[in-house]
């Protein structure tokens, strides 16, 4: 990486850039800076200690770190090996099945909370069976939150690990498989830890994802404090009744996505 | 054929418009080097050996068991591989023990037996080191000592010297001798290097194509090449001829030699470029074999120059002293004469 940067400052042409791209390159950063300022400094520093001390905060974000952290265990005990599917088996329809992970990607988080109802809801094409066979009933649960975020936040698990798959090389696979490796032995003992960064940048990702759901979950978990109201959430719900509680709340989710941006440091801001 | 021990095996293999069919077997204790230009075919060969390419169809059997409906893991075949692929985020001794340990070996008893293979390799002291901490001569150690502990009944060796550095080859190569002499199953070598495949292997395997152009002892190969790349890899010069009555006159040259061999029909004829001689004016003399030449390339080669010369009536290579060139003013496109002594020329039957 040092040795590149001599000869790409090289490259740069001299002279002033043109204040026709710098003026809209300055608003840019101001928008996305000015917000993240504004929070710091209108949050009630003086009673901020007592604030975060508050049960109900607390509580949401206890329900939060909990849940997030079920949810990536959860992506990554169905994802990775999805992304492995996708990565190392060929088959029929494999595009459409990469097509079809990528979708809560893109899809709004509320349509994703709709159709977890539509499915797992007590009237749902599983849940009714769920339901009725075992008595189990996910919608408005703290299962029902793990579960929405899992619905968003698995595809950034699959698309990072299966990217890390594609990358790794396939010979020490072929390696291990003339020394007597069966595939899982194959998959157990070389290829995990080969691709491990990519699983651990997949996973922080999924993480972080998880811990701002809130669309899908408000939707298919409902809004109950100690069971289903994570941080995003509270900081909705304490906006109409308590603002400098938001900002608290907001201040909180800010430290947790910088200490996960620093996380990931190495593997993508110093790749630009 | 179910009692052949060794390798026995017929190779076919079809990938878009490359196809190899190559008939190869191998002793136990015998050493065959496969030599072929890149794209020949020699790493497909070895892979569809290992199981890592499927066969469309031949055969392959080790000591009479047929494996090839049997998945990589299932042959009991051991690889080193071109760039030795030891697993990074295991040890030295790890990597040794992984093949015993797949086999099912308990983790105490694989260990052991990975210590003594390192030490047999002569590695013992760094059983503990990551592949990145080893040297390229090393880390060959390692993947032969990893390739070895599976007890395989066929190695493989997938140009096995090609990453080191000329100064370690010498050393590594004498030390992968003595190791491929003490194994007693057969072994498998691919190299694109003449020099290792003369040391190293008992018979080589010269594919061209997909298709084996020459096999042989190395000396046999070496002293009758029987196609363009052979000869070069050798450093002959090789022509197709008819001889007749102690001549033999050159396919596509408009040129007769004399030799000293007494054949008749098809046949090879090869010199050495040391035994050609270059001359600024016609030399006079004894009858010899004498042609005129355009000079198409001059190139050092260590401490002589290697000239080439343009045919028609027969493009060859010379080699020359440095200070013969100043003498004579090569430079390219001279016109000069050039000889090769009958005594000089070895025919041999095509």
């Known amino acids: 990486m040092l040795s590149t940067k001599p000869s790409r400052a090289a490259e740069k042409l001299p002279g002033r850039p043109p204040w026709i791209l710098v003026l809209p390159a300055l608003a840019g950063l101001a928008f996305l800076v000015l917000p993240l300022a504004g929070l710091l400094i209108r949050a009630p520093w003086s009673t901020i200690g007592t604030r975060l001390a508050e049960p109900q905060v607390l509580e949401a974000l206890r329900l939060s770190l909990v849940t997030a952290t079920l949810a990536t265990a959860l992506c990554l005990l169905l994802g990775v090996p999805l992304a492995w599917l996708l990565a190392r088996v060929s088959f029929r329809g494999a595009r459409l099945v990469r097509a079809l992970v990528t979708v809560p990607l893109v899809l709004p988080p509320v349509v994703g909370g709709v159709a977890l109802l539509l499915v797992l809801g007590r009237r749902g094409l599983v849940g009714g069976w769920l339901y009725d066979t075992f008595g189990i009933s996910l919608p408005f649960t703290t299962a029902g939150v793990v579960l929405a975020e899992t619905f968003v936040a698995m595809p950034f698990l699959v698309i990072s690990v299966e990217g890390a798959l594609r990358a790794a090389d396939l010979r020490y696979e072929e390696a291990a498989a003339t020394l007597g490796a069966t595939r899982w032995t194959i998959f157990r003992r070389v290829t995990l830890p080969l691709v491990a960064p990519g699983i651990a940048a997949g996973a922080i990702l999924c993480w972080a994802r998880a811990l701002g759901e809130f669309g899908a979950t408000i939707t298919f978990a409902g809004n109950f404090p100690g069971r289903t109201q994570t941080m995003p959430l509270a900081v909705y719900l304490a906006l109409e009744t308590d603002p400098e509680a938001a900002i608290v709340l907001s201040l909180v989710l800010l430290v947790v996505s910088v200490l996960v941006l620093a996380a990931l440091r190495d593997r993508w801001v110093n790749t630009t | ?350």
């Open chain 2, 1 to 350: 054929m179910s009692g052949v021990t060794g390798l026995d095996a017929r190779l076919v293999v079809r990938r878009g418009a490359f196809d190899l069919d190559l008939e190869l077997r191998a002793e136990p204790g015998e050493v065959v080097a496969l030599l072929g230009p890149n794209g020949a075919g020699k790493s497909t060969a070895l892979r569809a050996l290992a199981g890592l390419v499927p066969l469309h169809d031949g055969h392959l059997r080790v000591d009479g068991t047929d494996l090839s409906r049997l998945p990589p893991e299932r042959r009991g075949i051991g690889m080193v591989f071109q760039d030795y692929l030891l697993f990074p985020h295991l040890s030295a001794l790890e990597n040794v023990a992984f093949g015993p340990r797949s086999q099912g070996t308990r983790k105490r008893e694989a260990r052991r037996r990975a210590a003594e293979w390192l030490a047999h390799v002569g590695l013992a002291d760094h059983a503990d080191a990551r592949p990145r901490a080893l040297s390229g001569g090393q880390a060959q150690r390692v993947a032969l000592a990893r390739a070895l502990a599976v007890r395989p009944r066929l190695l493989l060796l997938d140009e096995p010297l090609a990453a080191l550095d000329a100064h370690t080859r010498l050393e590594i190569r004498a030390a992968l001798r003595r190791h491929l002499a003490g194994f007693d199953g057969a072994a498998v070598l691919v190299t694109h290097d003449p020099l290792d495949a003369m040391v190293l292997a008992d018979r080589l395997v010269v594919l061209e194509s997909g298709r084996l152009v020459q096999e042989g002892p190395p000396a046999e190969v070496a002293r009758r090449p029987r196609t363009d790349y052979v000869a070069r890899l050798v450093g002959l010069n090789l022509y197709r001829g008819h001889a007749a009555a102690g001549t033999v006159l050159i396919d596509d040259g408009a040129i007769k030699l004399d030799t000293v061999d007494r054949l008749e029909g098809q046949v090879f004829l090869a010199f050495a470029p040391s035994s050609v001689a270059l001359y600024r004016s016609r030399p006079d003399g004894s009858p010899r074999n004498l042609w005129q030449a355009r000079v198409e390339a001059i190139e050092r080669q260590g401490d002589r120059v290697r000239v080439r010369l343009e045919g028609p009536p027969l493009a060859a290579a010379a080699d020359v002293t440095p200070g013969a060139v100043a003498e004579l003013g090569l430079v390219e496109g001279s016109v000069i004469w050039a000889a090769v002594k009958a005594t000089e020329t070895h025919v041999y039957p095509a």
